[in-house]
């Protein structure tokens, strides 16, 4: 699985977009980009995941740069609780394993 | 739906000692997979199980076991146990792969402390 690069930690003023990057350069053609999130001792949350479209859901949005090298996850409203460390995960969609990699991630504190 | 359930929350056991958590995962779900968090090593990945068999395992010792049951339902298992074991244990539930969405769902964790 291709390794991802994110920001040590970022802060946002609650009520703004949050925009979160993450830098994948080798990644190829058949890993898609997951994220995930992590509230402070809680279990890691899923988030979103695509390929090379944009994808939207009621949690976030996802930008995936055309040449694919890198992605930004968008919390479009962030509220205190938003924060959290957010991970930025490619892996192989499908095939035989679930496993995932996570790197050191993104601690995302949303500031009143 | 019931999400994933880890049993139990907290423990705390002596060096030499072992260990076992559980893990129930999401109806329906036969894939199941164990990662160890600690402060200084982050989340890492011991193993998965679908459908009762060992599918991937990660880089931690022999001490380091796990099992799926008919069920689905999971266990790990830690035998003499070191200092360095203490640690949140997490357990994700996967639908399948290679055909549906197989985003994981993580249970809330064992927090393990070896004194």
């Known amino acids: 699985d291709a390794k991802t690069t994110q920001p040590t930690s970022m802060d946002c003023a609650e009520g703004r977009a949050a925009n979160l990057p993450c830098n994948h350069s080798?990644?190829?053609?058949?890993?898609?980009v997951y994220w995930y999130r992590q509230i402070h001792s809680q279990g890691p949350q899923y988030i979103i995941h695509?390929?090379?479209n944009n994808e939207t859901n009621e949690m976030a949005s996802l930008i995936i740069t055309e040449d694919r090298k890198s992605s930004t996850l968008i919390l479009p409203h962030a509220t205190l609780r938003d924060t959290a460390v957010y991970y930025c995960?490619?892996?192989?969609?499908?095939?035989?394993?679930?496993?995932?990699?996570f790197g050191t991630g993104t601690l995302l504190a949303v500031q009143p | 739906k019931a999400g994933v359930t880890q049993t139990p929350r907290y423990l705390i056991k002596t060096r030499g000692q072992q260990v076992t958590l559980s893990c129930s995962p999401i109806?329906?779900?036969?894939?199941v997979s164990w990662y160890q968090q600690t402060p200084g090593q982050g989340l890492q990945f011991l193993f998965e199980?679908?459908?009762?068999?060992?599918?991937n395992k990660g880089n931690f010792p022999g001490r380091f076991s796990g099992r799926q049951f008919s069920n689905s339902r999971s266990e790990m298992n830690v035998s003499t146990l070191e200092l360095g074991d203490s640690a949140l244990y997490l357990c994700?539930?996967?639908?399948?792969?290679?055909?549906?969405?197989?985003?994981?769902?993580f249970g809330q964790g064992t927090r393990l402390t070896v004194v």
């Open positions: 199980y679908f459908s009762e068999t060992q599918r």
């Open positions: 995960i490619v892996r192989v969609y499908g095939g035989a394993t679930n496993k995932l990699i």
């Open positions: 994700a539930s996967s639908f399948e792969t290679g055909v549906r969405n197989t985003e994981a769902f």
């Open positions: 695509g390929l090379k």
């Open positions: 080798t990644i190829s053609g058949n890993e898609y």
């Open positions: 109806s329906g779900h036969r894939s």
